[in-house]
Structures are given as C-alpha cells and as structure tokens.
C-alpha cells in the first residue's frame, strides 16, 4: 500500500457522501434514442441487447470467437471426501486452438446422497488447494500473485499455501445444504497480470495479433468465459444439475461473476460479493475506487475502450445498474461490508436498487427502498442485499445468507 498512496489520484480518493457528484441515474427503461420500454418482450428484443452491446463493447471487451472444451479428463475422484459427506472430483477441462493448448482444473464437491446438485461456481484467488485442508486437492503449477503470508514466492504455489483460505469458502455449510461447490484457479484461465501473450487470450488471436484491439476482451471477460465453459462442462456431469448453477465471485472475480452472469443465461443465479468498482458499484458516484484508478493499477482487466471514461464518468450512457438489469428475472445478490469503503458500499446497494425496475417487468421484487438497511440485516428478495459489519472478504456469514437466499429463489 505505500507505493498506492504515492499515487495523486489515489490521494484524491473521495469517502465524504457530500462530495459525491450529482448525476442523472441512466435510465435502464429507456433506449439509447429515447423510447420508453414498457414491457418484457421490448426489453428483451430492444434494450436488453443494446446495454450488453455497450458493456461488451466498451467495459469489458468481446470474446473474438467461439472455443468450446475440446475435452475433459477426470484427474481424480474419490466418494469418501470430507468425512464421507463429498464426493470430490478434479475435472480438468481443455482448450485447443493456434496451436496452443489451454488447460484449467474444476475442483467439485458434491454432497453425496444427491442425484443431480445444485452447485455454486467461483474462482479462487491462490488455487484450489487454498480453499480446503484436504490433501489429495492438486496445487495448480500456473503463475501466481506473490503472497508472502502464503509463502508464495517466485509465482509458484507450494504446499505452504494449502488450507490458508478455508476462512472464505464454507464448503461443509454449503454441502450440509445439499449444494454443491465447484470451483478454479483464476490464473490458469489467464494470469492476473498485464501480459496478453499468456492465458485464454493467446488462443483466439488473428495471425500477428498479440495484444486484445480496443473492444477485445480484457482479464475479467476472459475469467467470465472460463465459467461458461464449466457449466459446458456441467451439462455432461450427471452428479450436476446445470440448469443450478450459482456464479459466485469475490472482488475483481465478483465483477467477474455478474459478467459471467450477463454473457450466459444458464446461470441460474449471481452473487457479488464485494465487487465494487467495474462490479456493483456505481461508476458515477466517484466514492472510494474511480475508473482512472482501476485502469491504471489494472490495465488488463477491461478492454482498452474503458479508458475512454477515466476521469469522465458523466461521459458514460451506462452506469453498473443496467449490468445488473441484465441478470434478471433471475435471482440476484449483492453483498457488501461495511469496512470496505473502497468498494464504495452506498454504489452497491443503490445499483441494486435502480437495476431493481427491471424485475419489475417480470413481476420479480428487489430493493425497493433507498434507505440502506442496517448492517447485519439483510433483505432478501429475488434481488437481495446486505451489508455485514468487517472487512473486504467473504465470512460464514456472507454464504449463510447466500444459501438461504438460493433455497427461497433459486432451489
Ligand atoms: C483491489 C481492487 C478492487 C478489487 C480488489 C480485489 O486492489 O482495487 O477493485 O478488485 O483488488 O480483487 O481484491
């Protein structure tokens, strides 16, 4: 963080609620040439594709082509995990183009006396075998952020890293609910890192193309494309159900859970937990992190068009709201902490509020209210929200409430 606050933007990094901007709320119901949109047929047909063309186009960039598996090898498997509640799968899925090979593993659990699961999907920040103490969990030898208290040096993930981040994934709450959990290593779909010659990308190149064009997809596009793809995967799975699937993502992989989300219709529910900037969070309230500063740490993470709006957020037709319109009907929840004002709190609950409208159409209900609720009290409804007391993270209690909001909208 101190090389952070050298940064002049950074130092002008704005926590004060009466210094957020006045802006005009982008209408999700009205079309970019100004007609009102009044029913489901309009908004499906009309300003449903028009909002994903420009957050396609603009934010997170397209996918130059389709790339379905070219195939999959069950690793390993063994019906007897987690005290005998889980049967545990390592599914490693493979992509093929240009002559490159791209390969990534599904870690599953499933509860066992289920015939086909419902399951949550979401990537993990330091690989599979971080999320769980269970030893027959494979470490991913693809590149990795440096992480001293992981022991994580020169990239590489080791044997240190294995169970540090149980705190995050509830695996016994989620399989005693008769969900299961899939999930991956982000960094063998593409390394987070500003290198466009590694990861998914390098696959769908034109011949001499080394670097994504303007509208091309940056890392966020390309972690959401690697969830579609598992729930490709899913469909073939008999253990699945993948007409269940729940996109669950965690900061830069909750904003990459709500464009999985949007890109495939198949998710039958999203959660942002913490997603903030580029996520949940209104762009135009300018509160904790901006554009200019994300673009900047993180050139890699959106297409190069979203630099277009640094510093200019009023220039934007668009704010996250409408990203999140375009999950319903389907169940929707977004969650923030109150000791994570960076990710700007207030923009998630209102953008989930404004997106609101258009459950409206489907007579779904939301967040009606524009008063914040209190922390720890959440409001669950098709599209839910709550705000619990710590840090940016994800607790027990954050997937408490996020199984018990599946069993009443998603189950
Ligand atoms: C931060 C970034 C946030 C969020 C977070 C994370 O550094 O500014 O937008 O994505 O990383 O992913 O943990």
Redesign the pocket.
């Known amino acids: 963080f101190f090389i952070l606050s050298m940064s002049p933007l950074l130092s002008q990094t704005n926590y004060d609620e009466s210094k957020v901007p006045s802006f005009e709320v982008p209408d999700p119901l009205m079309t970019f040439k100004g007609k009102k949109i009044k029913t489901v047929k309009k908004w499906e047909k009309t300003r449903r594709p028009e909002l994903f063309h420009f957050f396609e186009n603009n934010v997170y960039g397209k996918i130059p082509k389709t790339l379905k598996i070219d195939s999959y090898t069950i690793l390993e498997q063994d019906d007897n995990a987690f005290n005998g509640k889980a049967k545990r799968k390592q599914v490693e899925l493979s992509f093929k183009n240009n002559g490159k090979t791209l390969r990534y593993t599904i870690l599953l659990y499933l509860p066992k006396n289920k015939v086909k699961a419902p399951v949550f999907l979401g990537y993990n920040?330091y690989g599979n075998h971080t999320i769980t103490e269970d030893k027959a969990v494979f470490i991913s030898s693809a590149w990795a952020n440096n992480n001293e208290s992981f022991g994580i040096e020169n990239n590489t993930l080791t044997e240190v890293s294995r169970g540090k981040r149980t705190n995050r994934w509830a695996v016994e709450k989620i399989l005693d609910a008769g969900y299961g959990l899939a999930t991956i290593y982000y960094g063998e779909v593409d390394p987070d890192k500003n290198d466009f010659t590694d990861g998914i990308h390098s696959l769908l190149y034109q011949q001499d193309q080394n670097h994504p064009k303007p509208d091309e997809w940056g890392s966020i596009a390309a972690w959401s494309w690697g969830m579609v793809r598992a729930v490709d995967y899913f469909e073939k799975d008999p253990d699945i159900d993948a007409s269940k699937v729940i996109a669950f993502g965690?900061?830069?992989?909750?904003?990459t859970s709500l464009w999985a989300g949007v890109m495939d219709k198949r998710f039958a529910g999203v959660i942002s937990n913490?997603?903030?900037?580029?996520?949940a969070a209104m762009s135009k309230r300018k509160f904790g992190?901006t554009l200019a500063?994300?673009n900047d740490?993180?050139p890699h993470?959106f297409c190069d068009n979203f630099n277009e709006y640094n510093e200019n957020e009023e220039a934007l037709p668009v704010d996250q709201h409408q990203l999140l319109a375009l999950i319903a009907p389907r169940p929707l929840y977004v969650a923030s902490a109150q000791e994570d004002q960076?990710?700007d709190p207030r923009g998630e609950f209102l953008s989930a509020h404004y997106a609101t409208q258009v459950y409206h159409l489907y007579d779904k209900e939301g967040i009606e209210t524009m008063e914040m609720p209190k922390v720890n009290e959440p409001i669950h409804n098709t599209v839910s929200y709550h705000i619990r007391t710590g840090k940016?993270d994800v607790t027990d209690y954050d997937w408490e409430n996020y199984i018990k909001w599946a069993n009443a909208y998603v189950k």
């Open positions: 920040f965690h900061s830069r992989l909750g904003k913490d997603s903030g900037c580029g996520g992190e500063v994300i740490r993180f993470w960076w990710a940016h």
